[in-house]
């Protein structure tokens, strides 16, 4: 079953555990996420069977 995130929504990667906000799908079905280390905001985009959900925003 394929996983539908929402931009906005606080994700957890299985593989590193950080936590991160989905910024928005890729046309190739990636979901592209932000992060900060430290002070940096990192990106990257993930397949959605590696990524959990950990909390939807309201609204």
Known sequence: MPKNFKTG???ISKSG???MTVDYLTKTGL???R???GMTLKEAAF???D???KDRKQG
Request: aromatic share 16%; glycine share 0%; with cysteine.
């Open 9 to 11: 929504d606080s994700v």
């Open 17 to 19: 555990n950080k936590m």
């Open 31 to 33: 979901y592209n996420c």
């Open 35 to 37: 992060w900060y280390e």
């Open 47 to 49: 397949n959605p069977q």
């Open 51 to 53: 990524l959990v959900l």
